[in-house]
C-alpha cells in the first residue's frame, strides 16, 4: 500500500481545507523557528563583540571584603564618584594595585591597566562634549585594540574618541588644541580611529586621560577597577590565579572580586538564551493551537470518510493500516506546513538580520527544530482521529452513508 | 444435492447464534438462537423481511460483529474467538463481500480496488496483479481495468466489485443485496455473474436479499423472520439468468 500517495491524494482533494489546516502549522512554525534563528543571531553577534575586544581579558573590581558579591562589572565606564565602582562599593585598588600587576613580569600576565571615570565635563571654550571622561593607563588602548588616527596615545594630554574630535572640532585637526576637564586644560596629544566599542560603552564618545592625571583632576584616590591581559585566553585561568596571589598579599581581607571575560560572556550568552527560549515557547502556543487545528479537521476527515474505512476493513485492513493511513496524513499535513513556514521564517530572518545589523539566517538548529515540531505536532494531534478510524468497526462503518 | 455436500464438508457451522444489542428494557434481540449448516460450493439465498436479522447475521458471518452467544465455526475453526487482529485476515481473503451500495473506492483505478484486498493481505505486487486481472477478465471487465469507478455504469462497478471480491480466491462470498442498487438490466448481468463464477469456481455464495426474484437464483433459500431460521429448503426451479445479455455486451 502506498499509504504516502492515499495521503496525498486526499490532501490535495481537499486543498482549501488542508491548506487553512497547514496554515496554523504554518504560523506556529514560522514564530518558533523565527524567534530561535534570531535568538541565536543575536547570540552570535554578542560572541563576535566579545571576541573583538579580546577574550583574553581579565577585570578586576572592589568587593566587600571576603563577600562573594554579585558585581556586575560590566563595562568600563560608570565608575562614579569618589572612586565607587559600579556595584556601589568604595574602591580601595590603587595605583599601586596597577604598577604590581603591571609590573608582575609573569608571562601569562601580560598587561593591567587601572581605570576610573572622570565626572567632569569636557569642553572647548563655550562648546561642551557630550562625551564620558577616563582615566586608563596606556595598555588600556591596545586591550582595547584602540588605535590613534593622530598623534599618540602614550603622550600626557587628553586622547579624544572619533565623535568626540567632530563634535569639538568638526574637519579641523584637533591634534595640539586644548580642551578643558573641568577646570583643567589639556593639549589633545591624540584622536582615535573610529572604532567599535564592547557592549555598554562607546569608545567613539569617551575621552582618555592618562591615569595619574585623571586622579589629581578628579581628587580620586582609588581606581574604579583594574583590567588585566593574559598572554592568550588559553592562559585566562592561570592569569587569575597569578593576579588574586599578587592582590592577596596587598589585599588581605580580599576585598576584590576578579571576573574574567569568559563569564561576562557566559553571563549575556545565558540571558539571551533564556530570553530566547521565554521567547519561542509563547511561539509554540501557536504551534499548539495549529495542531489542534490539525486534529479537528482529521476528526472531520475521518467521519466523512466512515465509508472508505468500512470498506477497507472489509477488504482486510487491519486496525494498524488506517491507523497508519490516518496518522500519515496528519503528519504530512503538518510537514507541509513546517516546511512553508520555514521558508517564510527564512525569508523574515534575512530581512530582520540586515535591518538590525546581526548575522541571522536559518540555522541548522532552527530548521532541525522546525521538522521536529511539525512531525511531533501532526503525530501527536494525529492519534487521536487516526485511532477512532482504526477502531471503528466496519459494520458501522458501512452503515453509514 | 447441497444438502450432501454440506454434510461431508460443512464450510459454516452456526449454533444457537443470538446477538442483542442495549439494555434492559430497550434490548433488541436481532438474532434468537439460530443453527444452520452451509456446504462448501453451496450458492445459498438468505431471505426476510428488514429487521429480520439478515444484517444481522451477515454482520457475523462477515466478522463485522460478534454474537451475544452460540458458536460460529468456518472451515471447523471457531471464529468467535478471533482477536481483530486475526479476523482482518480473515476478511478480504478468506472471507469476501459484495455489497449493496457500489463500494468501490472512487479515488483508485478498477485494478487498483481489485489488488485492495491482497495488498492488505501483503502478497507480492506481480502476484496480486496477475490475480486482479484475471478476476477482471473472469467478469468481463478486464477493458475497464484503468477506469475510475465515476466512468463506469452501475452494472459494470459491480461486476468489477465482485472481481475485487473473489481476485484473492475466498471461501466465502458474502453478496449483501447485490442487485439492490442496480437497474433490471444490470441486475441479471450481476446475478448471472455469480452463477457463472459459483459454477466456474465452486466458490460458496450466500446471497442476502429480500427479494424473492433475487432468490430464485440461488440453490437453497434460507428465510429469516423476527431472529428465526422459518424456513430452509431447497431451490425447486431455480432461475437461470439471461445469458443473451451477456453477448450484448453489457449495459451502457
Redesign the interface.
Known amino acids: ?1 502506498n499509504t504516502f500517495a492515499i495521503a496525498w ?1 486526499s490532501i490535495w ?1 481537499h486543498r482549501t481545507r488542508s491548506f487553512l489546516t497547514a496554515l496554523g502549522i504554518i504560523i506556529g512554525v514560522f514564530a518558533v523557528v523565527t524567534l530561535t534563528s534570531l535568538g541565536s543571531g543575536v547570540k552570535a553577534y554578542v560572541n563576535q563583540k566579545f571576541a573583538g575586544i579580546g577574550a583574553n581579558l581579565i577585570t578586576v573590581v572592589p568587593a566587600l571584603p571576603s563577600a562573594h558579591s554579585s558585581g556586575h562589572g560590566l563595562g568600563h565606564n560608570g565608575g562614579g564618584q569618589g572612586g565607587l565602582a559600579l556595584s556601589g562599593i568604595p574602591s580601595t585598588l590603587s595605583l599601586g594595585d596597577v604598577q604590581a600587576l603591571d609590573h608582575s613580569h609573569h608571562p601569562v600576565l601580560q598587561a593591567a591597566a587601572g581605570v576610573i571615570t572622570v565626572p567632569e565635563l569636557l569642553s572647548k571654550g563655550s562648546t561642551t562634549a557630550s562625551a564620558t571622561i577616563m582615566g586608563v593607563s596606556t595598555p588600556y588602548f591596545s586591550m582595547q585594540n584602540l588605535t590613534a588616527a593622530q598623534g599618540t596615545l602614550k603622550g600626557t594630554g587628553v586622547v579624544l574618541g572619533h565623535n568626540v574630535a567632530v563634535s569639538l572640532f568638526g574637519h579641523h585637526p584637533a591634534l595640539g588644541q586644548t580642551v578643558t576637564v573641568g577646570t583643567t586644560p589639556f593639549k589633545v596629544t591624540g584622536v582615535l580611529k573610529s572604532a567599535e566599542g564592547a557592549p555598554g560603552s562607546d569608545p567613539n564618545d569617551t575621552a582618555y586621560l592618562p591615569l595619574a592625571q585623571a586622579l589629581k583632576v578628579s581628587g580620586q584616590t582609588h581606581v574604579s577597577e583594574i583590567i588585566l591581559a593574559a598572554s592568550t585566553a588559553q592562559n585566562v585561568p592561570k592569569a587569575v590565579t597569578v593576579a588574586r596571589h599578587i592582590l592577596l598579599a596587598r589585599h588581605p581581607s580580599h576585598n576584590f572580586k576578579i571576573i574574567t571575560s569568559q563569564e561576562i560572556l557566559k553571563t549575556v550568552t545565558s540571558t539571551t538564551s533564556v530570553i530566547t527560549d521565554f521567547l519561542a515557547g509563547i511561539a509554540a502556543i501557536s504551534l499548539l493551537v495549529g495542531g489542534i487545528g490539525i486534529m479537528n479537521i482529521m476528526l472531520v476527515t475521518v467521519s466523512e470518510r466512515f ?2 474505512i468500512g ?11 488506517i491507523l497508519v493511513q490516518f496518522l500519515t496524513e496528519s503528519v504530512l499535513l503538518a510537514l507541509i506546513g513546517g516546511f512553508v513556514g520555514t521558508i517564510f521564517s527564512g525569508v523574515a530572518t534575512h530581512v530582520v538580520g540586515k535591518l538590525v545589523g546581526i548575522p541571522a539566517g536559518l540555522t541548522v538548529g532552527s530548521v532541525l527544530t522546525a521538522v521536529f515540531f511539525s512531525i511531533g505536532v501532526g503525530a501527536l494531534f494525529g492519534v487521536l482521529p487516526a485511532m477512532r478510524a482504526a477502531r471503528l ?3 458501522e462503518a ?1 452503515r453509514t ?1 | 444435492m447441497a444438502m450432501e455436500k454440506s454434510q461431508a464438508a460443512p464450510l459454516i457451522e452456526i449454533q444457537d447464534l443470538t446477538r442483542r444489542y442495549g439494555e434492559g428494557e430497550a434490548t433488541v434481540h436481532a438474532l434468537r438462537g439460530i443453527s444452520l449448516t452451509i456446504g462448501r460450493g453451496e450458492m445459498v439465498a438468505l431471505m426476510g423481511p428488514s429487521g429480520s436479522g439478515k444484517s444481522t447475521l451477515m454482520n457475523i458471518l462477515g466478522l463485522f460483529d460478534r454474537p451475544t452467544s452460540g458458536q460460529y465455526r468456518l472451515n471447523g475453526q471457531d471464529m468467535t474467538r478471533l482477536t481483530s487482529r486475526q479476523q482482518a485476515q480473515f476478511r478480504g481473503r478468506r472471507i469476501a463481500f459484495v455489497f449493496q451500495g457500489i463500494h468501490l473506492l472512487p479515488r483508485l483505478t478498477a485494478l487498483a480496488n481489485v489488488e485492495l484486498p491482497m495488498a492488505y493481505a501483503r502478497m507480492p505486487a506481480s502476484v496480486r496483479k496477475k490475480a486482479a486481472l484475471e478476476a477482471l477478465e473472469r467478469l468481463g471487465v478486464a477493458h475497464l481495468k484503468d477506469r475510475y469507478p465515476t466512468e463506469m455504469s452501475g452494472g459494470q462497478a459491480q461486476r468489477v466489485a465482485i472481481a475485487r471480491a473473489i481476485a484473492p480466491g475466498p471461501d466465502l462470498l458474502l453478496a449483501d443485496e447485490p442487485t439492490g442498487a442496480l437497474d433490471r438490466k444490470s441486475g441479471e448481468l450481476v446475478l448471472q455473474a455469480f452463477q457463472e463464477l459459483h459454477d466456474a469456481t465452486g466458490v460458496t455464495i450466500l446471497l442476502v436479499t429480500h427479494d424473492p426474484f433475487v432468490a430464485q437464483h440461488a440453490e437453497r433459500i434460507i428465510a429469516l423472520e423476527d431472529g428465526q431460521v422459518i424456513d430452509d429448503r431447497p431451490v425447486a426451479d431455480r432461475l437461470v439468468a439471461h445469458a443473451t445479455l451477456r453477448s450484448s455486451g453489457g449495459p451502457s
Not at chain 1, 477488504?315 to 494498524?320: C, F, K, N, Q, Y
Open positions: 500500500m491524494d482533494h465509508r472508505e470498506i477497507r476493513k472489509a477488504l482486510g485492513a487491519r486496525d494498524g493500516d468497526m466496519p459494520a458501512l452513508e
